[in-house]
């Protein structure tokens, strides 16, 4: 079953279940009370449900299904790649995660998976997500690390271009795009920054 409250986001993901082996849409639904009738009556094995609904979330939906159709296992297809809302998700049962974002062939893959018993969706990948967002860095492309490191140790952009040996422009490049990536607006930001985490780690190693 999905849920949905926008028509045309559910007619395209049922036009991508029914070409998929196996599987078949039984009911659609725009609400939280329309998706708890219907499940009553079509007694799903997998709902996708979106997180926001016009008289709830996606949430409640998962929460209260459970005692109407208690075999039905969920999977969350949202717009929002929120921690708290994988949080909640996680917390109300679902067995999945996806964003709307994704190719119709891994939504299918993965409603195939999760009808099969298999959890996508558990405590290990929260935990893992909310370090990798805890890390400013960990979209830096391997040049920027380099330039930030260089930063750290207190090198001007024409010393990190002679070290690198590129163009000074270069360096001004890759620095304009960490600053994005890592939310910072100033050069001496960086700097800080790596000596905030160079100290954290002399700490952790007892140096």
């Known amino acids: 079953m999905i849920v949905d409250d926008h028509e045309v986001v559910r ?29 009553v009556l079509v007694n799903p094995d997998v709902i996708l449900v979106d997180l926001r609904l016009p008289d709830g979330t996606g949430i409640d939906l998962m929460e209260q299904v ?25 917390r109300a049962g679902a067995a999945a995660f996806l964003l709307k974002s994704v190719r119709g062939a891994e939504i299918a893959d993965v409603i195939r ?7 996508l969706l558990d405590e290990r990948t929260l935990t893992r997500r909310r370090a990798e967002h ?17 930063i750290g140790d207190g090198l001007s952009n024409r010393e990190i271009a002679a070290r690198l040996d590129v ?20 050069r001496t930001q960086v ?11 002399w700490r952790a190693d007892g140096l």
């Open 167 to 186: 163009a000074e422009k270069t360096v001004k490049n890759h620095i304009t795009s960490l600053l994005a990536k890592m939310g910072l607006q100033r």
């Open 66 to 90: 459970r005692e109407i159709a208690p075999q039905a296992r969920s999977v969350v297809l949202t717009s929002f790649d929120d921690d708290d809302a994988l949080a909640a998700a996680l």
């Open 191 to 201: 700097a800080a920054w790596v000596a905030a985490k160079r100290s954290t780690s």
């Open 113 to 119: 998976a999760v009808a099969a018993g298999r959890t």
């Open 134 to 150: 805890n890390d400013p860095t960990a979209d830096l492309t391997p040049s920027e690390h380099r330039v930030l490191d260089l």
């Open 11 to 39: 007619r395209g993901i049922a036009e991508v279940i029914e070409r998929a082996d196996g599987m078949r849409v039984v009911a659609e639904a725009g609400s939280v009370a329309e998706a708890l009738r219907r499940s």
